[in-house]
């Protein structure tokens, strides 16, 4: 056997689904070399028996013979072993000892397009990206029939090799955000890409930065929308969803599936929005400071009231809130990553269960459970995920504050987080950019 297709044959020894067919092709004999797991070789075989037909009808033998001339392309065994992992066919011809590639029929891998499953949608497309990233690339063109739309893909990694691909209007876009995640990509091409933390580090962004620099979406209708007001978009081959770059703050209340109802409830539903991240961060600190450091502020029914659900209870009210806090966040974190069979159990069990034996059991007052419900409902009403989780976070340094400084603490830790996100910038855009209009950002 050749000496390059024993090196091929040493490097995949331990791949059970490597493969050395031999096969003949226009009357010479030759080696298929591909992996089982991906290469549909019955069908591959067919088309290229196909293939050789056709051109015996069409040409003389002369061209039949000169196949590998037109189809392949000659190449080496190094570029041979990386192009076998990326799923393509060897044809190593022995007459005239060379390899060349070829384009197979590849195994199906890919799930269909589905509704999302992580993003409600009440008015508006039901389709959601895959992790194919042709697919996903192709589902936007489909939307945007535009010859402005760029596309431009990357092959990165060392070891394991995935595409990225950049998609941008190139009427609307921002050029120097272009122009800087290029510069990224092209200085960081051996760099593996197995997590979005590793995208953010290409992407030469902080590592321990709060704010999410990607508005991560599973739904086409988003993306297209990011396109139309001048973002970029970038797909991993391998995640079902689209990374819109800049992330800014208002993409924490505005989602484009809003404009499918009229005017005054877009604006009513985003109002609500604004609302229930203010109810968050404010809500839980409020109990604290009135409880605790400015009871005087209130009038004193109430806190007469207050004083009485807390009757019995050992803790202050900032080691109260913070237990059924870090309860409630055990519990979501338990709803998530369980399966729905047994999820929405965990959560009743949890937040019915557990929230009525800890008042009875005089741990935390029946306000508090209220407050702590109340907190959990309005983290869920902004858009995305991850911005929940900005706010999950958030609520606590306003408690801790609230729990010195009282209600001016609350100001205090409202006042250092809206500094913040004020001075932070991604790709050179204001975080709280509010820019709109014909190839703004925002």
Do not use: C
């Amino acid at each position: 056997m050749n000496s390059i297709i024993v090196e091929i044959n040493e490097v995949f020894k331990d791949a059970e689904d490597f493969f050395i067919e031999p096969f003949s092709l226009a009357g010479e004999a030759v080696l298929l070399l591909g992996l089982h797991s991906i290469v549909n070789l019955i069908k591959t075989k067919e088309i290229l028996k196909k293939d050789m037909d056709t051109s015996e009808v069409i040409h003389s033998i002369k061209v039949k013979r000169t196949f590998f001339n037109r189809k392949g392309i000659e190449i080496n065994s190094e570029e041979a072993i990386k192009s076998i992992l990326q799923g393509k066919l060897i044809i190593y011809s022995k007459e005239k000892n060379i390899m060349l590639l070829f384009e197979p029929i590849p195994i199906e891998l890919n799930r269909s397009i589905e509704p999302p499953a992580n993003e409600n949608v009440l008015q508006g497309p039901l389709d959601s990206f895959i992790e194919d990233m042709s697919t996903n690339i192709g589902i936007v063109r489909k939307k945007v029939s535009s010859a402005q739309l760029s596309v431009k893909t990357y092959t990165l990694g060392s070891d394991q090799k995935k595409k990225l691909s950049i998609v941008y209007l190139d009427d609307r876009a921002d050029k120097g955000v272009i122009k800087k995640i290029i510069s990224h990509i092209e200085m960081n091409q051996h760099t593996n890409i197995l997590y979005l933390q590793h995208l953010y580090r290409f992407m030469g962004m902080r590592k321990w930065e709060v704010i999410p620099q990607f508005n991560n979406t599973e739904m086409p209708l988003e993306a297209v929308d990011g396109l139309n007001k001048g973002r970029v978009i970038l797909f991993v081959d391998g995640f079902p969803f689209a990374l819109i770059l800049p992330h800014l703050l208002w993409d924490m209340f505005a989602q484009a599936n809003d404009r499918n109802f009229a005017y005054p409830i877009m604006s009513a539903i985003r109002f609500l929005r604004v609302l229930g991240a203010l109810v968050t961060l404010i809500f839980p600190a409020l109990y604290v400071a009135l409880v605790a450091v400015n009871p005087e502020i209130l009038k004193i029914e109430l806190a007469l009231s207050i004083a009485q659900s807390r009757e019995g209870i050992p803790y202050p009210p900032f080691v109260e809130i913070t237990i059924m806090l870090l309860i409630l966040e055990l519990i979501i974190e338990a709803s998530i990553r369980l399966p729905l069979s047994i999820g929405p159990t965990v959560t009743m069990v949890g937040g019915i269960v557990i929230g009525q034996a800890v008042v009875d059991a005089k741990l935390v007052s029946n306000l508090l459970i209220i407050i702590v419900a109340a907190t959990s409902i309005a983290n869920s009403s902004v858009v995305g995920f991850q911005n929940a989780l900005i706010l999950r976070l958030l609520k606590y340094v306003v408690v801790i504050f609230a729990s010195i400084y009282g209600v001016l603490g609350i100001l205090s830790g409202l006042v250092l987080i809206s500094a913040y996100f004020a001075s932070r910038e991604i790709f050179g855009i204001p975080y709280t950019s509010l820019t709109k209009g014909r190839g703004g950002i925002g």
